[in-house]
């Protein structure tokens, strides 16, 4: 089968990223092409097809197009009728969805952290720096005891996905250094990175 839909991406999205590995871990790499958008940047062609100019967006071979990498995560996991990373249905799902949260709130603030970063030295905002600094030290120690959770250990789910490439983004920020201070959230971290899926999509600092 040829492959029918477009995944556009930067290198570096964590995003785009949760996508990427769902993708590989549904095997649907031979399905889904990976499209390099020019983002944030005037009069790109890019807007054309996603009005928001973020990624990661999803082009069905009908030319529909979604975006939110949770929207698009599930979409492809029930592509093949057996999905794998629904949520719950007992009373776990109110847990699945508060660490699924806390994971996003991690994600969000370091995403900010970085864009503030990539500015111009003169441009850069200290204050939000330092804001999205707190916020992760904070998220981080609450990591460190809720990473024995059941959902945190059981089969691989979003939340699981979502931190890990939160995680990850310690390659491009200097200053995100939450290893030291928190062994089990490093442990877990280590079998999560070893995965095939997380190894082949280990950010560019391109983006």
Request: net charge negative; with cysteine.
């Amino acid at each position: 089968m040829g492959r029918t839909m477009k995944l556009y991406i930067t290198p570096g999205s964590p995003y785009a990223r949760i996508a990427r590995i769902i993708i590989l871990e549904k095997r649907l790499d031979s399905r889904v092409e990976l499209v390099l958008a020019q983002t944030r940047s005037v009069g790109s062609p890019y807007y054309l097809i996603n009005p928001s100019g973020r990624v990661p967006y999803l082009v069905l071979d009908n030319g529909v197009g979604m975006e939110e990498s949770s929207v698009i995560c599930r979409y492809l996991d029930h592509l093949d009728g057996h999905p794998e990373f629904d949520l719950p249905t007992d009373d776990q799902v109110w847990e699945v969805l508060r660490l699924g949260a806390r994971a996003s709130s991690l994600l969000d603030g370091l995403s900010v952290w970085l864009r503030e970063i990539k500015r111009p030295e003169g441009e850069r905002s200290t204050t939000t720096i330092q804001h999205e600094a707190d916020r992760a030290r904070r998220l981080l120690d609450c990591w460190e005891t809720e990473i024995s959770l059941p959902p945190m250990r059981g089969p691989l789910n979003l939340v699981q996905i979502t931190l890990t490439c939160a995680l990850g983004l310690e390659a491009r920020l200097p200053d995100f250094c939450w290893r030291e201070s928190h062994p089990k959230l490093c442990d877990w971290f280590a079998e999560m990175a070893a995965r095939p899926s997380v190894l082949k999509t280990i950010p560019s600092d391109n983006h």
